[in-house]
């Protein structure tokens, strides 16, 4: 983990400008000061990102939060108090202070208390709320380890701080909370049921075309490894030399790999797993499908967007 002379540093990078990748219980975050546009604008230069793609501002409290909103609704209040520090991103209505670049152009802001020491702590020593994407270029494959930052960004970050492998291994829930209606913009291993377990009935939403996304991770496509990604049901391997992940079904293939059965455990080793077999060069990945199961709905979220191709 790092030091306290490290999280001053980066801290220190932080209110000048610059940009630190740091560990959350997801999955690595390329960070900059928030209230910084110029700042913000490096996150969007360093990873390739479209204006449409809001980015995640990360605080370490919810008073924290609380400020950074234009109307906090109660049932903001309630959610945080139950799920943070964790993996659940509220979006509510911002204030002036947070630059127009971060929220992609909307009145919009999402906030999240990562569940992690060091990036609170990064935190806390910059004094300052940190706007952080995943640590990676646009619509590749999101970072669990700081050497994973380090071979897809390179020079593209001033400082990154290791933290080892993330536990919850996918993206965060991101729930809009705005004028007190909740919508489920992106599915995380908080799962639908039990956010309205807590405040009844939420609604679900998708991303127009050309429009700007009400939350990261509303693009078509995601999360991609370089290699070809195939969901499988039950049909056959592609032709040719490839890998088979599996969590029920084995069959033969060039290289076999198994997760878990259980999802949050599936999630945790599933980019880790890609990143993996993405480095061996093979022709493809072939993945077995998920359960259409709701405890299942983040992975197979991430993975139907990673198998998209290209246009």
Not at 13 to 34: K, M, Q
Not at 38 to 60: G, M, N, Q, Y
Not at 217 to 225: A, E, F, I, L, T
Not at 300 to 308: F, G, I, P, S
Request: net charge negative; hydrophobic share 45%; glycine share 6%.
């Amino acid at each position: 983990m790092p030091t306290t002379s490290e999280i001053e540093r980066a801290a220190r990078l932080i209110r000048e400008g610059r940009l630190v990748a740091f560990p959350t219980e997801t999955v690595y975050g390329l960070g900059a000061n928030a209230l910084d546009a110029a700042a913000v604008e490096r996150i969007f230069a360093a990873k390739e990102r479209p204006a449409t793609s809001p980015l995640i501002v990360h605080v370490d409290s919810i008073a924290m939060a609380r400020s950074l909103a234009a109307d906090w609704p109660p049932i903001a209040q309630t959610l945080a108090e139950r799920f943070w520090p964790g993996t659940l991103t509220l979006v509510v209505s911002k204030i002036a202070a947070i630059p127009d670049r971060v929220t992609a152009g909307l009145p919009t802001v999402g906030l999240r208390m990562p569940d992690h020491p060091v990036a609170l702590a990064l935190i806390h020593a910059a004094g300052v709320p940190i706007a952080a994407p995943s640590a990676n270029l646009f619509m590749k494959l999101s970072p669990t380890t700081a050497e994973h930052v380090r071979a897809g960004l390179g020079d593209r970050v001033d400082m990154v701080l290791d933290g080892g492998t993330t536990t919850v291994g996918i993206e965060s829930t991101v729930l809009s909370v705005v004028a007190g209606r909740a919508i489920l913009l992106r599915p995380g291993m908080i799962s639908q049921a039990a956010i309205e377990d807590i405040v009844g009935p939420i609604e679900t939403a998708l991303a127009e075309a050309g429009q700007p996304h009400a939350s990261p991770g509303m693009h078509h496509r995601h999360y991609s490894p370089r290699t070809p990604v195939v969901l499988i049901d039950d049909g056959p391997l592609p032709e040719g030399r490839g890998a088979w992940v599996w969590y029920r079904r084995e069959v033969s293939a060039a290289r076999c790999l198994r997760l878990p059965s259980e999802p949050h455990a599936y999630a945790a080793m599933l980019y880790r797993t890609l990143h993996e077999l993405d480095a061996e060069a093979w022709q493809w990945i072939a993945v077995e499908a998920p359960p259409a199961e709701p405890e299942w709905a983040a992975v197979r979220d991430r993975l139907q967007r990673a198998a998209v191709e290209d246009a």
